[in-house]
């Protein structure tokens, strides 16, 4: 490589700081190993007042992304903003001056990728995004890259530090919600804006991208199913437990013959058995199976400061390759390559379930239940009255199902005509017991 190649970061939280403390400590080693030499020129920040690293030089500080992008000395643009408007704009205007960029930002990709892979393809300019699909997992890489001779059958994936490490801690420490919600800020794991975490969305996105990469067309958010960590309760932690289970913020992602897609997000029951059940904390994993490759499965750290710095660095590295070099239509990111395909009716999905319902405690509330669900023609595999059972003087108990393979719309059907029931108390709260292979 002729000359050191300027990177300007707009963003120095979490994550912006571990890039720079990554680079630090091994600028000489990549330069060995791949010839790039890099630096950071220029850094984009929010608030000029805040206590920063003593080594960053303050010149290099501004408040205006547009200094950051526009600068001369800066080659690759490096997105950690978060969110999908000023980071939006900064992506667009660093593709639309031919320089290439890295970022973690999965919300971004998958809610307007569509506008910034058109605007890549047409400027020949790429967009890396390591960071955003399980942190310092190298996932986008295999999918992209190392899967490519591979119709991918299916993926299963923890993808979600942040909800699998509050799950853990509700479950090991039996802390609060609030409480392991508040440590995994702490920690640098959540979001700026945590709902996304908790209600699945985070998750949701990083899915949307796997698929993307998969199957080669853009996906419309809309059209895909979610569903967060914010109704599980312990009892059913514990319930899981009792029947062999854990519970997990699962994302499936799955190829059917008619070549529609499977594409969901939601706390599932997972065997105990198998290998995603002991994924703890903030650690991801992600279950992908090809029709060569067979199962394979990518495990590690799916958020905070160092192991999604690792993910940037590498994105930096592998953009630096492609600077000056790139002749049109040659540059090594990723580009959709089909216009359309079909995301799977969520209805039309089959599992088993574990449905827990708020019930007031008198005689023939499980034959009413019962009655509904045979009446649909769903099959009971067994039913369990988990908590405050034993307790003579509760009003109301929560009682739960485990209900054979059905298709999700009858289901769904079938527990609006339960909830009317004048015994059942509140919305039931569904699990997909996962039969992963
Ligand atoms: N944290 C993690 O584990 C992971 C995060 N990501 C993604 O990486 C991105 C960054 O996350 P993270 O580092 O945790 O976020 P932080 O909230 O820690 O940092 C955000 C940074 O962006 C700066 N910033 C925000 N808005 C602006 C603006 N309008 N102009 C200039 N600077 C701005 C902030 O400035 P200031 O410092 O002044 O507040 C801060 O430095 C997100 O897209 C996130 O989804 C991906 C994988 C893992
Ligand atoms: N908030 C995210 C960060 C990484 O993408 C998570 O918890 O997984
Ligand atoms: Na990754």
Known sequence: MEKT????LAGFGTVGTGVWETLERNLELILKRTGVEVEIKRIAVRDPKKARLKDVPTEAFTTD??????????????????GTTTAFDIVASALSAGKPVVTGNKALLAERGKELFSLSLEKDTPIHFEAAVAGGIPIIKTVQDSFVGNQIESMAGIINGTSNYILQRMTEAGLGYEEALGEAQQLGYAEADPTLDVNG????????LLATLAYGFIIDPTKVYVRGIERVRSTDIEFAKRLGFVVKLLCVVREHEDGT?????QPSFIPGSHVLASVNGVFNAVAVIGDAAGESLFYGRGAGKDPTASSVVADIVEAARSVGEMKPGSHRGFLPYKDEGKIMDIEDTQTPYYVRFDVTDEPGVVAKIANELAIAGIGIAGTHSP???DDPDADFVDMVFQLHTCRFGLLKDTLKKIEALSCVNARPVVFRIENLT
């Open 387 to 389: 908590v405050n059972a």
């Open 201 to 208: 969305w985070d998750a949701a996105h990083k899915a949307i």
């Open 5 to 8: 190649l300027g990177i300007g």
């Open 261 to 265: 897609i499977e594409l969901r997000t």
């Open 65 to 82: 992304w547009l200094e950051v992008v526009n600068d001369p000395d800066v080659d690759i643009v490096v997105e950690l903003i978060g």
